[in-house]
């Protein structure tokens, strides 16, 4: 699958990853001390919280796992398919990802909890717009999986099999990119605190507006 996608396609997923590790630093700073870009440690807490958090806790980590999952069917709604195509929708799917980055800016600038909601539906929507055009194997959210099929590949390297160079590539870039956006949004928090947000809320942006271009000359 990987040899099939166009050229491009890796600095996309490299700016995509360094959006989602901005996000889930800022979350790590400043939403309690919370990662939003991935579920598998609020899923934990909720687990473990239903032993003796407060109800509203739980509610709110729960609220975290739906925003994820309606963000993704956001993206499951406005595209379709398992193959990157030109004149799909992912233009619109990057502009609602920094609409919802944008208001998690507002409200979390507020006070209002409502914001990792916002944040945590962004991440769901951008993990799965990632899934949808690289046939399930390129996830920007979170590394977890990268590193399992780098560590597959470089076992059967030693097992003697091919190696693919391009997926190395792609992995390596998606890594970078999320530490580097680690750093990146600590580096801004410090500053801005959760007005950080708009930084990757304008990477989004942009990244949706060269895509429409791309597309309306390459069709």
Known sequence: MIRTLPGWVEYGAFLLALVAGCINAIGLLGFEHQSVSHLSGTATLVGAGLLGNPLLT?????????????????AGFLLHGASLKLGRHYDTA?????????????????????????????????????T?????????????????????????????????????????????????GGTVGALLFAQWQFDALYAPAVTCLLLAAAYHLYSKTHR
């Open 94 to 130: 990057l502009l609602l990802e920094a609409i919802l980055i944008l208001g998690a800016s507002v409200l979390l600038s507020q006070g209002s909890v409502y914001g990792h909601f916002a944040a945590s539906a962004a991440c769901g929507l951008q993990n799965a717009l990632a």
């Open 132 to 180: 949808t055009y690289s046939g399930a194997i390129i996830r920007t959210t979170h590394v977890t999986g990268i590193f399992t099929d780098l560590g597959i590949m470089i076992g059967s390297l030693l097992r003697g099999e091919a190696f693919d160079r391009r997926k190395l590539q792609l992995f390596l870039l998606i890594i970078s990119g999320f530490i580097a």
């Open 58 to 74: 739980t509610l709110h980590l729960l609220g975290v796992l739906l925003s994820f999952f309606v963000g993704a069917m956001l």
